[in-house]
């Protein structure tokens, strides 16, 4: 069975300061895996996929992340953050194509001044 | 291109009335899915449909939830009757095909039952 867990419900960085988001799985197939974001009252926007290929993945927004097999990781990263990034992220992985999207809880970002 | 339509965005009703919920998808999108959005949780899937068919419904509450998607466009979620417990965000979205697990997702209409 897939499963995903997000280290930390709440995240605050300052503006301008790297962002990372943790997330590992868990996947007895090769993953499909993805990073949604949410903002409030707000539905889910993609930011980032992983299907083959490379493993590190360029996003919208300036996010990127990185498929390490060997760590079951596919942590979100920002080098330098925004105010408008404050949001939601979701961490999400699927069995291959064909599989439904399965999850993390969440980690909220705050960017402070 | 319009994105996914979910109405209403808001609802309120008292327990043990029915309520519904309707999904427009992006045309051309063959899979639709409704989500459950708890309070500081993730969404998880309440059904899928691949065109007219649901080919996934083993986490619909069926015993008071229900789900059509009539000539495999549109969709309603409707639940008879409501519980307290029901009170979240009901998320639909929708993919291209089959073989693309890429979700689209809609704004999501957030139901409170007192």
């Known amino acids: 069975a897939q499963s995903v867990t997000q280290l930390g419900s709440h995240v605050s960085v300052s503006e301008g300061a790297l962002v990372l988001l943790r997330c590992n799985y868990s996947?007895?197939?090769?993953?499909?895996l993805f990073w949604y974001v949410q903002y409030p009252n707000q539905g889910l926007q993609l930011l980032l996929k992983?299907?083959?290929?490379?493993?590190l993945v360029k996003g919208i927004n300036g996010f990127e992340a990185e498929f390490k097999k060997s760590e079951t990781s596919f942590h979100l990263t920002k080098p330098s953050a925004h105010m408008s990034d404050a949001a939601e992220y979701f961490c999400?992985?699927?069995?291959?194509?064909?599989?439904?999207?399965?999850f993390g809880k969440g980690t909220k970002l705050s960017v402070k001044p | 291109e319009a994105g996914v339509v979910q109405s209403p965005r808001y609802k309120i009703i008292e327990k043990k009335q029915p309520v519904a919920f309707w999904c427009n998808p992006i045309s051309g999108h063959n899979t639709l899915y409704w989500y459950l959005q708890n309070l500081g949780q993730g969404p998880e899937l309440l059904i899928r449909y691949e065109n007219e068919e649901a080919v996934d419904d083993s986490q619909l509450p069926k015993d008071r939830f229900s789900a059509e998607r009539l000539k495999g466009v549109d969709s309603t979620l409707k639940i008879q009757p409501a519980e307290l417990g029901d009170s979240a965000v009901y998320l639909c979205a929708s993919s291209p095909d089959r073989g693309n697990t890429e979700a689209f997702f809609g704004q999501g209409t957030r139901l409170t039952v007192v």
């Open positions: 996947s007895s197939v090769p993953p499909y």
């Open positions: 992983y299907t083959t290929g490379a493993t």
């Open positions: 999400a992985v699927a069995k291959g194509s064909q599989g439904n999207l399965i």
